[in-house]
């Protein structure tokens, strides 16, 4: 087993498919990159190189450039996808996801319930998520809690290379629209990854530490912020669990609610905007089902209710740090304490 | 290119068909026997069929919101259809799709649309599938002047000419965007050659209530999509003989325009020809109306006898598995 990066992870995994199935195609803006320029073809590999190698061995016909049409190019792959094909559409930004809301989430995601079960549509939309890349306001966002709302899409965000290889054969393997999301600013992240290839079935947690006095829910880069602050909360005695659900749709929540029923304090963190978002979707299912267990308030560590911005300062106080999530930790902890003082 | 009377009657069979659903649909719509509301697609059969007997099962169509002509055309299940209109159990899409969304992919029938302009990149997804598995089918995009504005259908074209796939555009020009002309809405006013500068064949039919016209133009449009694997147009200038919904008074519409509009019959103008040139006898015709009228009487019984969905269907076939 070898050390890979979630960026030669997901290379893995898409290469790994595409010689296993010859159904499945990708497509999007410069996937290979340089089609009809003057210098090479495979230019590019997608903007940040994920792709990189692929139209080489796949070829033209399979590893498909297409111009800047994001709604063309979801509505290509999921009318493939209905009628043959799994193509896996990049779409580079998940804020151009704008662009091309209606083919994502009235078409694609709808065509199973609207045709009463009879559509199968195998596709997957990959596309880079998160600040972190003073890349202002249209090209930093976390946008999965738009997807999450809509029944018929799945939501994958993986937070290391092991996870991302496996997800995203499930995903590719998987007969539902998938939305997939990359961290932009975790693709260097190593982790040992198998070779072959395999398969992490979607809506199971992934619990990277217990503890007994809180549950930290996690998801994407925020898994590593929330590690971050449980090794500090632990060198101060304080022990968390952390779970990375790594779907939000669908959510496992059985492991959420174990937990809090466990440790009787939940802190969501989260690099979306707060309101209607996933950690407020995790503080309600936490509220609604394991409200008994709760012995202080339900703490939720996120950005702010305000657009991504471009000042580096402005920036790394937008996104939620170990800083702000141990606070929240004592913050509920503190509210036990006085609760049984 | 001339059919052959048996190609004659069947042409004239799913126009009649189309006519005569409509018309009932209509009927029901207004007594309150069908939930919600419904496009019509009557005056503009010429069009779909004179498409679509082009078409074989394995090719593809996508469609709108006015698209119960399309899926006639294609040969989806009329019973099947008018259960689904009904909103009842054993519908084509078990009654959670209505009729704004039939499909039936196993007749090559992506879906009716909710949405203008929803439809062209599905179609073209289905002609790279199509170029992609080698399968020889076509795939035509139905849409409507209004839909020749949106954004998708732009790029839609676009992507059809930059991946080189056989999809054929099908403007159903009708006149209309649910109330507003295409004098007004269209800036260029002439849809095909905005259509043509995308880079395909684009042709006009400038009267589409011809249906040997629109049978011609289709030809050739799909000949260029199945031969040279490459996308092609076709404009048809049509008309609805009704409004943009069933309801819908057209106070927009001139007393004028209706009346052309009626004496524009696309199914009196096919039976004209075919009986004038002794190619059908209207004796055959009419027993066709007699079939076709069993037929959506068949349909209507079967389908206020329907069973509603069961409740639990509520939410099954969100996923194919969660």
Not at chain 2, 26 to 44: M, Q, W
Not at chain 2, 116 to 142: E, I, M, Q, Y
Not at chain 2, 156 to 168: D, I, Q, R, Y
Not at chain 2, 293 to 320: F, M, N
Request: one cysteine or more; aromatic letters at 6%; a negative charge.
């Amino acid at each position: 087993m070898a050390k890979k990066s979630i960026r030669a992870a997901v290379n893995d995994a898409l290469k790994l498919e595409m010689r296993r199935d010859p159904t499945v195609i990708l497509i999007g803006e410069d996937v290979a990159g340089g089609a009809g320029g003057s210098g090479v073809q495979d230019a590019w590999g997608g903007v940040l190189g994920v792709t990189k190698g692929l139209y080489k061995e796949f070829g033209p016909g399979r590893v498909i450039d297409t111009p800047i049409t994001e709604s063309a190019i979801i509505g290509v792959a999921a009318g493939a996808a209905v009628s043959g094909l799994r193509p896996v559409a990049e779409l580079m930004f998940v804020d151009f996801m704008g662009v091309c809301f209606d083919q994502i989430f009235n078409q694609a995601a709808k065509f199973r319930y609207m045709f009463g079960g009879k559509a199968r549509t195998p596709m997957v939309i990959r596309s880079m998520m998160g600040a972190g890349f003073r890349a202002a306001a249209q090209h930093s966002q976390s946008l999965h809690a738009l997807f999450t709302h809509i029944p018929g899409l799945k939501v994958v965000m993986p937070s290391n290379a092991y996870d991302a290889k496996g997800l995203l054969i499930q995903a590719i393997r998987d007969d539902d629209p998938v939305i997939f999301l990359e961290h932009k600013a975790i693709y260097d992240l190593e982790d040992e990854v198998p070779d072959e290839a395999y398969t992490i079935p979607f809506g199971e947690a992934n619990i990277l530490r217990e503890g007994d006095d809180v549950t930290i829910v996690a998801i994407s880069r925020m898994v590593h912020v929330a590690m971050d602050a449980a090794k500090r909360l632990a060198a101060a005695g304080i022990q968390a669990t952390v779970i990375d659900p790594r779907t939000t749709s669908p959510l496992d929540e059985d492991s959420i609610l174990e937990s809090v029923e466990e440790t009787g304090h939940l802190v969501v963190v989260d690099e979306a905007n707060p309101r209607c978002s996933f950690a407020t979707d995790v503080a309600a299912l936490v509220a609604d089902r394991a409200f008994g267990a709760l012995k202080g308030p339900i703490k939720l560590v996120t950005a702010p209710h305000s657009p991504v911005p471009f000042a580096p300062n402005l920036e790394d106080a937008y996104i939620p740090n170990a800083a702000k999530v141990e606070a929240a930790v004592r913050a509920t902890l503190a509210a036990r304490e006085l609760a049984t003082a | 290119m001339q059919l052959s009377r048996d190609k004659l009657v069947e042409a004239y069979r799913k126009m009649a068909t189309i006519r005569a659903f409509e018309e009932r649909v209509g009927a029901e719509s207004v007594k309150g026997a069908i939930p919600g509301f419904v496009h019509l697609y009557a005056g503009e059969e010429a069009a779909a069929v004179g498409v679509c007997m082009h078409l074989g099962d394995k090719d593809w169509i996508g469609s709108t919101h006015r698209g119960h002509g399309h899926c006639i055309a294609k040969g989806c299940s009329v019973e099947a259809m008018m259960v689904e209109i009904y909103g009842k159990a054993g519908g084509l899409c078990g009654g959670k799709g209505g009729s704004m969304h039939i499909a039936d992919l196993h007749m090559g029938m992506l879906g009716a649309n909710g949405i203008v302009g929803g439809g062209p990149p599905l179609a073209v997804g289905a002609a790279l599938s199509a170029k992609t598995l080698k399968t020889g089918a076509v795939s035509v995009a139905f849409l409507g002047d209004g839909a020749s504005n949106q954004g998708t259908t732009a790029e839609a074209m676009n992507m059809a000419v930059v991946l080189k796939v056989p999809a054929v555009f099908v403007i159903e020009n009708n006149g209309y965007g649910e109330a507003t002309a295409v004098g007004y809405h269209c800036g260029a006013g002439d849809i095909s050659a905005r259509t043509a500068a995308f880079g395909m064949p684009a042709e006009k039919v400038e009267d589409g209530t011809d249906f040997f016209a629109v049978y011609e133009a289709a030809g050739r449009a799909l000949r260029h999509a199945r031969e040279e694997g490459m996308p092609a147009a076709v404009e048809i200038v049509c008309a609805r003989q009704g409004g943009h919904y069933t309801g819908d008074p057209q106070p927009y519409r001139s007393k004028d325009e209706l009346e052309q509009v009626k004496k524009n019959d696309p199914l009196v103008r096919f039976r004209k020809r075919v009986t004038g040139e002794g190619l059908v006898s209207a004796a055959d015709l009419d027993q066709v109306d007699r079939e076709v009228a069993a037929l959506i009487e068949r349909a209507v019984q079967k389908a206020a006898a329907a069973p509603l969905p069961a409740v639990e269907e509520l939410t099954t076939d969100v996923y194919v598995s969660y």
